[in-house]
């Protein structure tokens, strides 16, 4: 396992490294798996090329336009909510932004968002508790992809519309059309909500960081990468396996090696974060961090979920000035079970009767992990 920076950086950009043990050439346990995560180059960099020209700069810019109404109504909703009980922010907030915009701009039909829901909360269960059954599961999943081919809402414009285009001109298969899309119907929605959830919890902290982001408007978008920094949606890379043997640092590692990448803990490597455990608003920007990934499987939806979070946090400051952590302690945020993904299971908020800024005090309750 690798933890430092510029050994993950470095790492993640080396051609030394395969998503696949050496020699292996089985596909895997189901087609939607063969997709630009685990593949290497060049079939990597062809497939990266062909989702660049159905998911333009162009198209994610108009995003924008869709997402900031859509964050304004779900706010002013979930504030409203919250004048006579606790609300849950990933339930109320987070998710149904998140799987709206995918929606859109995918080009599925309006209403299929509990679908989409169902499907990701399957799929998560089966990883932790029985992994035999995702190849069951992603069958299922790829009869809706097919279907949802054939009923887009919008032929010009979706990412559906234009990898159907270049499907049909042979730029790529069928099942890697698929598999396209399964990754960014399931990787995209949930990367999105473990961001503004985690971006949320943090504004909400002892810092008295929300008010401070209310009154400063600007100091949202380096808030958002320290929030990035410190809580990356994903903790690890996904495994790499040496291509041959390779010295890192005084070990040298054999052919066939697994190599694992700590994201999370190079983002708090000390010798390139000074104070690297806590969220520091300077002047000043932190150096970059790896939270997207870096070199050939940089994040394809970085800019997305950079624009979407940026509205989110936005739009609940903009309607919730007197927004607070739930007091109640068996409503404390929980996060989500296993190694790999860093996100709250739910995050229960309620508007304050008192209208002063809060104290320590008010924010006492623990947050769990299972």
Known sequence: MIADFDGVRDLLRSDQLSK??????????????????GLD???????????NQAMPSSLLRRCGEHIAPCA???????????LDRDIDVVEHYALPLSLSTLIRLLGLPPGCDA??????????????????????I??????????????????????IARLQRLNSRQALSPDECDAMLFLLTMAGHETSVHLITSLIWRALTPSHTWH????????????????????????????????APITIGQTILPEGAAVFLGIAAANRDTTRFPRPDRLVLTSTPRPSHLSFGSGHHTCPGATLARLQAHL???????????LALSPAPHLCPRWMPGMNERGLQHLFVHRRDDFSVPTRA???APVLRP
């Open 20 to 37: 696949r043990p050496p020699g292996h050439q089985a596909r895997s346990i189901h087609p939607l798996y063969d997709n630009l995560v």
């Open 138 to 159: 992603v069958g299922e999943l790829q009869d809706f992809i097919r279907q949802a081919r054939h009923r887009t809402v919008a032929p010009q414009t979706s990412i």
């Open 212 to 243: 401070r982001l209310r009154q400063d408007p600007k100091q949202i978008l380096p808030f958002a990468e320290e929030v990035l920094r410190l809580e990356p949606p994903l903790e690890f890379a996904t495994p790499r396996f040496t291509l």
């Open 362 to 364: 008010a924010y006492s």
């Open 72 to 82: 304004d109504r779900l706010a002013r909703d979930l504030v409203h909510a919250c």
């Open 41 to 51: 180059p060049p079939r990597h960099t062809y497939l990266r090329q062909v989702l």
């Open 312 to 322: 989110a946090l936005e739009a609940l400051l903009r309607h919730g000035q007197h």
């Open 115 to 136: 679908e989409l829901r169902q499907w990701s909360q399957r799929l998560h269960q089966a990883d932790l508790e029985s992994p035999e059954r995702s190849a069951d």
